[in-house]
């Protein structure tokens, strides 16, 4: 049975104070994060995606640049060349490397994002294709970037500083 002073304890443990941005002590990295007090349930959940998107964009980047059939006639379609298909083979591939890369998983999950956008206006106005693989993809990755937002944020500030 839970009691009012436990239940107060744990309902304080989820709320988050503002924190500065601090960089971790012996950190060699430029990047500064905030302090993680990030759930390790929520922690593994978030690789987990991570690691089923940055699959399905491996698969589909590697078959890209393989050349396999359906892709070529796919980007025949598209008709902007077979070049077109190497290019987003190779960003797709690139984004899969920033998912599983720790300090670019919300780098990763933007790029990936902003090709999902691309290619959900490519099925609706070029293809005429059922968009729900671009769709689906593209919520996955917005949910990286929504769980991973303070990764973002921290890099953000570390460019900003950098600059002014």
């Keep these: 049975?839970?009691?009012?002073?436990?239940l107060s304890k744990y309902q304080l443990t989820f709320i988050r104070p503002q924190a500065s941005f601090e960089k971790p002590q012996g950190s060699r990295s430029n990047i500064e994060v905030l302090p993680d007090k990030t759930p390790a349930s929520r922690q593994i959940g978030v690789w987990a995606l991570q690691g089923v998107v940055a699959a399905a964009f491996f698969a589909a980047g590697g078959a890209k640049l393989a050349g396999v059939p359906f892709m070529v006639q796919l980007f025949d379609q598209i008709d902007i060349g077979q070049w077109f298909r190497i290019v987003t083979g190779l960003v797709e591939i690139a984004g899969a490397l920033a998912l599983v890369v720790p300090g670019f998983a919300s780098l990763g999950?933007?790029?990936?994002?902003?090709?999902?956008?691309?290619?959900?206006?490519?099925?609706?106005?070029?293809?005429?294709?059922?968009?729900?693989?671009?769709?689906?993809l593209g919520l996955a990755n917005a949910a990286i970037v929504y769980l991973r937002r303070d990764e973002l944020a921290a890099r953000v500030k570390s460019i900003l500083d950098r600059i002014f």
Aim: charged share 0%.
């Design 109 to 136: 999950g933007l790029w990936l994002g902003f090709t999902m956008v691309c290619a959900l206006a490519t099925h609706l106005l070029v293809l005429h294709t059922n968009p729900a693989g671009a769709i689906v």
């Design 1 to 6: 049975m839970t009691t009012i002073s436990s």
